[in-house]
């Protein structure tokens, strides 16, 4: 079973700069789309950033675009989250996800294998 584990999380001010990482222990496997999520207190999982695993099509929530960039290296089998320009609404705790089984991407049931999280604060 693929594990996967995130880093890279912090407390920032706003207008500052975070790099998330996602190691796939086992490889990215057959999955069609890898993806970050992110959840408030209080608030359902919302997804951020997708990428197609092969191909590496890259897709945003309007929230983010422009601001985030998701990226993959497959050698190392690691996801990326860079985000830029951080705002206090981007205060969440941060999931990757893999192992897309079908339906909306941008709904978190689409995917069985998450990680831990990651906690991004951003004060102003």
């Known amino acids: 079973q693929v594990q996967l584990r995130e880093s890279g999380g912090g407390s920032v001010q706003v207008g500052d700069s975070l790099r998330l990482s996602c190691v796939f222990s086992?490889?990215?496997?057959?999955?069609?789309?890898l993806a970050w999520f992110r959840q408030a207190p209080g608030k359902e999982r919302e997804g951020v950033a997708i990428i197609t695993a092969v191909f590496g099509n890259e897709y945003y929530a309007d929230s983010v675009k422009g601001r985030f960039a998701i990226s993959r290296d497959r050698a190392k089998n690691t996801l990326y989250l860079q985000m830029n320009s951080l705002k206090p609404e981007d205060t969440a705790m941060y999931y990757c996800?893999?192992?897309?089984?079908?339906?909306?991407?941008?709904?978190?049931?689409?995917?069985?294998?998450w990680g831990q999280g990651t906690e991004v604060t951003v004060s102003s």
């Open positions: 086992g490889g990215f496997g057959t999955s069609t789309y």
């Open positions: 996800a893999g192992a897309y089984r079908g339906g909306d991407a941008w709904r978190w049931q689409a995917f069985n294998s």
